[in-house]
């Protein structure tokens, strides 16, 4: 059975929107997705009223012990369709493994199958009050009686763990990573609705960072932020008669379910196998080749995934990422170098969780980045999450 995309450039995104990224915005959650939403209708050239589908991925729209609220702390996609007008004929919601390629994959589905002909895919952060990952357990049990205990719970160790494997295995020098921040983050200083906004970061100020969860620095991590961004797509014939150059959906795969182990532990063998699995199902899909991909937009929630996506994918060979980013692999301001956080990324805009990478594709692939505008782009890659625990999205300007 061939795992071929039959529809290839037959969905296509045809505008855009997105929020500042502030730290607390001072208004709810789905008032600035709302705004968000209607600015996005009308960039594509379109009405409210004609919008007949939304979609969304709502998973971790905030972190820690926090109340979820629609409308709040989250924006489901029927909170959304109810507050944009019209009558939707699909509003879906994605609840799997690979959060963005997920709601992508609704999206194109509704669109291809009829159920629906203008969609809005949005995305919606929230950064609650108090301390980042609040956990008000009082008790451990299940799979977490044996590890919450001992300090072992949230991301940053399950990061950490896979990450001081990494370095290990292959004699990686910690300093190296601090590379990936700054290009990550030099970029984002050129992006006007980025929490960090001309405020690029230096070798020096990474390295004086401390650590918190060792060999995971501060600023090796993305800052939680409020923030809002949403997509149309259309099927790619509509899109024609749109004001923007069409951006069109080449494939997209998503992970297998990862292997179940004692709570939060990901094992660096087990990210990059997954990892190998998505890659495998990216290049069936797409029938791309990552010789083919101009622009590769790497997910950074935590910056060693740049290495674990570069190996995944195969820019690099195993044990090869962090000599190829500590040589300038990455530059995006050099040409021949491989551009993976030329949108700034999560670790450059804010944690909006995928939305820098997508939208980083957009923009270029539409001719639509102004002065950042990269000459002969016409595939982009959008991965979001880990390598084991996500997906990714191709692009082309090339409709089916």
Not at 66 to 83: I, N
Not at 156 to 181: G, H, S
Not at 205 to 229: H, I, K, W
Request: proline content about 8%; aromatic content about 8%; hydrophobic content about 40%.
């Amino acid at each position: 059975m061939t795992g071929r995309f039959r529809g290839r450039g037959r969905v296509a995104v045809a505008g855009y929107a997105h929020s500042d990224i502030r730290r607390h915005h001072d208004r709810p959650l789905g008032a600035l997705t709302v705004e968000v939403a209607r600015a996005a209708v009308a960039d594509a050239g379109l009405r409210p009223e004609q919008i007949d589908g939304f979609v969304t991925a709502a998973l971790f729209p905030t972190s820690g012990g926090h109340r979820v609220t629609d409308g709040v702390s989250a924006v489901s996609a029927d909170w959304l369709a109810a507050r944009m007008g019209g009558s939707p004929r699909y509003v879906a919601g994605f609840t799997g493994i690979g959060q963005i390629p997920g709601a992508v994959a609704l999206a194109v589905n509704a669109i291809r199958s009829g159920a629906a002909d203008h969609v809005v895919l949005h995305r919606a952060l929230h950064n609650p009050a108090g301390g980042y990952h609040d956990n008000p357990m009082t008790s451990a049990e299940g799979a977490h009686q044996w590890t919450a205990p001992q300090g072992f719970g949230g991301p940053l160790p399950m990061i950490a763990f896979p990450y001081r494997e990494y370095l290990n295995r292959y004699r990686a020098d910690p300093d190296t990573l601090a590379a990936v921040v700054v290009e990550a983050r030099k970029n984002g200083a050129r992006i006007p609705w980025s929490h960090w906004y001309r405020t690029p970061l230096t070798t020096q100020e990474y390295l004086a960072a401390p650590m918190v969860s060792d060999p995971v620095r501060r600023l090796d991590c993305d800052l939680p932020v409020d923030g809002a961004a949403a997509f149309v797509l259309t099927s790619a014939e509509r899109a024609r008669d749109l004001p923007h150059r069409p951006v069109y959906v080449a494939g997209y795969a998503q992970s297998p379910p990862p292997r179940h182990r004692a709570a939060l532990h990901w094992p660096l063998d087990d990210i990059m196998a997954g990892g190998a699995v998505v890659a495998r199902r990216l290049w069936e899909s797409t029938g791309l080749r990552p010789a083919a991909v101009d622009l590769p937009q790497l997910y950074d929630g935590f910056s060693p995934f740049v290495y674990f996506w570069l190996e995944a994918l195969g820019f690099c060979a195993p044990g090869e990422a962090h000599s190829f980013v500590r040589d300038g692999g990455i530059d995006s301001d050099v040409s021949g170098r491989l551009p993976v956080l030329s949108g700034g990324g999560a670790l450059g805009n804010g944690r909006m969780h995928g939305v820098p990478q997508m939208l980083e594709c957009y923009l270029q692939l539409a001719g639509r980045a102004g002065e950042r505008r990269r000459d002969g782009v016409s595939v982009a890659l959008a991965c979001h999450s880990a390598p084991h625990y996500g997906g990714a999205v191709a692009y082309t300007t090339e409709p089916g």
